[in-house]
């Protein structure tokens, strides 16, 4: 079956600063990874996703590519903000069942 | 557009008891998601229903079950509960109209708490 391994598992940057969180995954069948957030006592909601037809995507500030042959996806976030602390969890798919990685805790420091 | 909710969103139970936790999706959606979340093991994928019927299952014991009704809300019960199934339980729905990769949308999650 699928697994996703994602790094780091925490992740420190200054206010203003970028961030970068990378996830590999080993089914070559998946073709949909989503990134999620998660806020203290909040579901993961989701911030971007990417197909696998697609090598990059950005929306704003975010953006996450896609690397189909090496199977690995990351997620960039440029000007980070104090809100932008929170867990970021990437998972991978090729029917319904999500298999999410391990999560990234970013904290950013104002 | 109302998003998923999730009823109760505290539980307690004891070990040995069951418990019911319910779903309601986005309004139009037709598929619902649950999954498990722990420190531990993080978040893993329980099952998927689609039209009221079990599409995908994860690799939980039989204890773990589920249903969807007509209007798509679904329901999942643990029986005979252990101090392991000590989670937050959450629900996502997607559009799902052809199977495939639909974004999912989670609701806030149900923590169940057993002593």
């Known amino acids: 079956g699928e697994n996703v391994e994602q790094h780091p598992s925490t992740l420190s940057v200054q206010e203003g600063d970028s961030a970068v969180i990378k996830c590999t995954y080993s089914d070559s069948a998946s073709n949909y990874f989503p990134w999620y957030k998660q806020e203290l006592g909040k579901g993961p909601q989701l911030i971007i996703d990417i197909r696998s037809n697609v090598g990059e995507k950005k929306d704003q500030r975010i953006a996450v590519t896609l690397n189909k042959t090496a199977k690995h996806f990351s997620l960039h976030i440029t000007e980070t903000q104090p809100e932008d602390s929170a867990v970021y969890f990437c998972a991978a798919t090729r029917a319904q069942k999500l298999v999410f990685g391990q999560g990234t805790r970013l904290t950013i420091n104002p | 557009k109302a998003g998923v909710t999730q009823t109760p969103r505290y539980l307690i139970k004891t070990r040995g008891q069951q418990v019911t936790l319910s779903c309601s999706p986005i309004s139009g959606h037709r598929s619902v998601s649950w999954y498990q979340q722990t420190p531990g093991q993080g978040l893993q994928f329980l099952f998927e229903y689609f039209s009221e019927t079990q599409r995908n299952k994860g690799n939980f014991p039989g204890r773990f079950s589920g249903r969807q009704f007509s209007n798509s809300r679904s329901e999942m019960n643990v029986s005979t509960l252990e101090l392991g199934d000590s989670a937050l339980y959450l629900c996502?729905?997607?559009?799902?109209?052809?199977?495939?990769?639909?974004?999912?949308?989670f609701g806030p999650g149900t923590r169940l708490l057993v002593l």
């Open positions: 996502a729905s997607s559009l799902n109209p052809a199977g495939g990769q639909e974004t999912q949308y």
